[in-house]
């Protein structure tokens, strides 16, 4: 009994130690807004409350059909302008070749470097709007930063 008072006497005395109160903020580490570029539906949330995420883990992801759609798409039109683009440039180079043996006049030849200028300008096209159609697809996954 006098080892149970001794006891209680040692809790009783170290009880205002922790009863203590502190006053402190919460800061957060690496705190990032997040947001599509793009926008659409979602299609999912694999990111769930409380799991980690490793960076550059999906988060959330929007419908990919008509990402998907129009990269495929860009990817024909940039074939159909490289084919023009190659046949102009044939067509510019027997232009020439007639035009040097005298056989095709200035009116002509000129003709054929404008159908390869046309041609080359609708390739770069082409090609800008392959890139913007692989960036949106990508921009259509909100992924981990960290």
């Not at 490793?54 to 860009?74: C, E, I, N, S, Y």
């Not at 067509?91 to 404008?114: C, F, G, N, P, V």
Request: net charge neutral; charged share 30%; with cysteine.
């Amino acid at each position: 009994m006098h080892r149970l008072l001794v006891i209680l006497s040692v809790l009783a005395a170290a009880g205002p130690l922790c009863a203590e109160e502190y006053e402190g903020k919460l800061q957060w580490y690496n705190k990032a807004a997040l947001g599509f570029v793009v926008s659409g539906v979602i299609q999912s949330v694999p990111a769930h409350t409380g799991r980690l995420v490793k960076k550059g883990g999906p988060l959330v992801v929007l419908d990919q059909r008509g990402f998907k759609a129009r990269v495929k798409q860009a990817a024909a039109k940039l074939e159909e302008h490289r084919l023009n683009q190659a046949e102009a440039a044939r067509e510019l180079e027997r232009a020439i070749e007639l035009y040097e043996r005298t056989q095709l006049s200035d009116h002509e030849k000129q003709m054929a470097e404008i159908g390869a200028a046309k041609a080359r300008a609708g390739l770069s096209r082409a090609e800008a709007e392959k890139v913007e159609a692989d960036l949106e697809l990508e921009y259509s996954m909100l992924k981990a930063p960290f």
